[in-house]
């Protein structure tokens, strides 16, 4: 079962894009972490809150969304993610118990935070009909 979220956060390496199989189709996904921190005031400034920071895989299945964070999006950006949240448990070759929170992206925006110039494109003129 998902939870519907919304994750802001720093990403914590470089987005990668991966060919996956679905039912016999190879498709392409990204694939990031983002670190979730969370603050709290103590005294009279803000702090992280370590208790409830973590850090969130998360999977953009649609191609073209995932094609324009590859291109656009690098380690140390923050970013906001909305997807659908949940925990991944799983056990690896050693028989040992891992869990961690997972995302599947359906919306991903870059914060302005850290950032030193936005270009546009110019539009693309439309078709003649």
């Known amino acids: 079962m998902a939870i519907r979220a ?32 969370v603050g709290k005031k103590v005294g009279g400034e803000w702090v992280q809150d370590d208790d409830k920071s973590t850090g969130v895989d998360v999977t953009i299945w649609n191609e073209n969304l995932a094609q324009h964070v590859i ?10 993610v909305i997807g659908d949240l949940y925990l ?3 056990q690896d070759a050693d028989d040992a118990h891992h869990a961690g929170l997972r995302m599947n992206a359906e919306s991903v925006g870059l914060q302005p935070y850290r950032l030193e110039q936005v270009v546009f ?3 693309e003129p ?3 009909g």
Do not use: S, W
Not at 32 to 37: A, I
């Open 6 to 37: 919304e994750l802001t956060g720093n990403l914590t390496k470089n987005p990668v894009m991966k060919p996956v199989t679905v039912d016999g189709e190879t498709r392409r996904i990204c694939e990031m972490r983002v670190f979730n921190d």
């Open 71 to 80: 291109n656009h999006f690098r380690k140390g950006a923050r970013v906001l």
């Open 88 to 90: 991944n448990e799983y």
């Open 121 to 123: 494109r110019q539009r």
């Open 126 to 128: 439309a078709e003649a």
